[in-house]
């Protein structure tokens, strides 16, 4: 019941994320008859661009944080550890605290070049990148402080979305003097924006599996099983949807 319930809650936001786009355009066409003014529709077409980035905070906090996993280690006959486990933990926390560290650090660019004309964001140096992504390694280790990020993160991707709605209404131009420009070689920065989160959220699911419980303090992980790779498949279909959203408000 739990499953056919959650399923049925799903297709509901996909089926209103696919109509959402139309009904966006349409209020972009009344508030077009009256750009010089606000409006009704002018208000109401602003604040739409948080609809889409709202539902993707809401379903990732809810599915896509707090894991849980059923491996037991004592059972399991294919397990990792040692150096291989090391060289796993090592690469995964890494790549996710440079990738979360550098898409904060986009939020913050964006807001001096939008907001703050000026006052330049120096991109920080190597010394300055390793010890922000040795304190994002650090947060992430703990399991409350991992949760806290995660919710930054799902923040951070709504502030970036709005900033790029807030681009998009008003035909602002985005050149190399923006951070997230430089992203993928792509024109659209809603797919940039998504693209990133896409990475941290599989990162963040790999992590989670590695860290679960006493993983790492026992140092031993049992490989992943076949229901291990199901929460790939959620994020995967979800985010195609999200995907085919902004494609079609494109």
Not at 10 to 22: C, G, N, R
Not at 87 to 97: G, K, P, Q, T, Y
Request: proline share 3%; with cysteine; net charge positive.
């Amino acid at each position: 019941m739990i499953i056919k319930n959650n399923t049925t809650k799903l297709l509901v936001t996909l089926s209103f994320l696919l109509i959402l786009p139309f009904v966006q355009k349409q209020w972009f066409n009344l508030y077009s008859l009256n750009i010089n003014n606000i409006s009704f529709y002018s208000i109401l077409y602003y604040l739409s661009g948080a609809i889409c980035p709202s539902l993707v905070y809401l379903n990732s906090l809810k599915n896509y944080t707090y894991y849980n996993f059923t491996n037991d280690k004592t059972l399991s006959i294919k397990i990792i550890k040692g150096k291989r486990l090391l060289f796993l933990v090592a690469i995964n926390l890494i790549f996710l605290s440079y990738l979360i560290a550098d898409y904060i650090y986009i939020n913050f660019d964006l807001i001096f070049n939008l907001f703050l004309e000026g006052i330049n964001v120096p991109k920080p140096d190597i010394p300055q990148l390793s010890f922000l992504i040795f304190l994002v390694s650090i947060l992430l280790i703990f399991k409350k402080s991992r949760f806290l990020l995660k919710k930054i993160i799902l923040v951070n991707f709504i502030l970036i979305s709005i900033y790029l709605w807030h681009l998009q209404i008003n035909n602002i131009s985005v050149d190399d003097h923006f951070h997230i420009y430089r992203y993928f070689g792509l024109n659209d920065l809603n797919l940039i924006n998504l693209f990133i989160l896409v990475v941290i959220e599989i990162s963040f699911y790999t992590w989670s599996f590695l860290s679960y419980k006493t993983n790492l303090s026992d140092w031993i992980v049992p490989k992943p099983q076949k229901e291990d790779f199901a929460p790939f498949l959620n994020i995967f279909i979800f985010y195609f949807f999200i995907i085919i959203y902004y494609s079609i408000l494109t």
